[in-house]
């Protein structure tokens, strides 16, 4: 593990992304709230949340940090037969978050693809990346998104924003 005792604090911030593709028949469990294991989206938001406070636990190599927030957005995007799912992690401390903002993005793809195996077996968890961090020595990165997607995902189920 990386000896980071000698970094000052400061405020940090980051931002992942990453989708799960399915049939359209499987994103209509989601939006018509009918899938067997209950509210699909609502508990992809809470695992995605505990899975971020734990990340420290699954990446052997990663420090405990000390979570201020962390907020999930999960979109269906029926156009594209997918959900959309952003986390953004915040932390004051020396060292960055973005592998928590990571792992929460993968755990709400995971859970997803569990809530809704049983309608789909080849639905795919894709394009996980890092969109943004801020904070640190290193300074602001930011990707480049294609089809000028900048900003938050935008409004989530039946148009209402889902955050926590």
């Known amino acids: 593990m990386v000896d980071v005792g000698g970094k000052r604090e400061t405020v940090r911030e980051a931002v992942a992304r990453g989708e799960v593709v399915m049939a359209p028949a499987t ?3 989601i939006t018509e709230r009918s899938a067997r294991k209950g509210d ?3 508990v992809a938001q809470v695992a995605a949340i505990a899975a971020a406070k734990r990340t420290w636990e699954l990446i052997p190599l990663c420090h405990p940090i000390p979570l201020t927030g962390i907020a999930v957005d999960l979109t269906a995007d029926p156009g594209a037969s997918r ?3 952003e986390a953004r992690v915040r932390t004051i401390g020396r060292t960055g978050a973005e592998m928590e903002a990571l792992v929460a993005v993968a755990t709400a793809g995971l ?3 569990d809530m809704l195996k049983a309608a789909e077996r080849g639905m795919r968890i894709e394009n996980l990346r890092l969109v943004r961090k801020s904070g640190g020595k290193s300074g602001t990165y930011l990707r480049r998104e294609s089809g000028g997607r900048r900003g938050t995902l935008g409004r989530g189920r039946a148009g209402e924003r889902r955050r926590r």
């Open 27 to 29: 994103l209509r469990l």
């Open 40 to 42: 699909v989206l609502q």
């Open 83 to 85: 959900v959309q799912i």
């Open 111 to 113: 859970t997803i693809y």
